[in-house]
């Protein structure tokens, strides 16, 4: 069992910056295929960013690429999310999720491929 828990969401101006943190607890990180979603109000949950286990290679969403980077210290047992040049429209809470998937190289970018979900951080971005 993996407990997760987000923190560093708050109120920023558009064009500022957050970097959203995940610890975990219950077992060790390594062997954990790791991703970062958000759902804003009458919303969906979606794919923001994830990150593999075996050699730390990233994807992201379209809306993302280029201003958000994921990142992992295994040794800390922690998960990063930099978020650069924040616009209103990427207010929303967001997830941290884990899935085990030791020796993968896969990168998840579907709710329904991760097993471990923290409570969640809200993030609002004014204009």
């Known amino acids: 069992q993996v407990q997760l828990v987000e923190s560093g969401g708050g109120l920023v101006q558009a064009g500022g910056s957050l970097r959203l943190t995940c610890s975990a607890s219950g077992r060790t990180f390594s062997g954990y295929a790791m991703g970062w979603f958000r759902q804003a109000p009458e919303k969906e949950r979606g794919f923001v960013a994830a990150?593999?286990?075996?050699?730390?290679?990233?994807s992201y969403a379209d809306s993302v690429k280029g201003r958000f980077i994921i990142s992992r210290d295994d040794s800390k047992n922690t998960l990063y999310l930099q978020m650069n040049s924040l616009k209103p429209e990427d207010t929303a809470v967001y997830y941290c999720?884990?899935?085990?998937?030791?020796?993968?190289?896969?990168?998840?970018?579907?709710?329904?491929?991760?097993?471990?979900w923290g409570q969640g951080t809200q993030v609002a971005v004014s204009s």
């Open positions: 999720a884990a899935r085990a998937a030791a020796y993968s190289t896969r990168l998840y970018d579907s709710t329904g491929a991760y097993e471990y």
């Open positions: 990150i593999n286990w075996f050699d730390g290679r990233t």
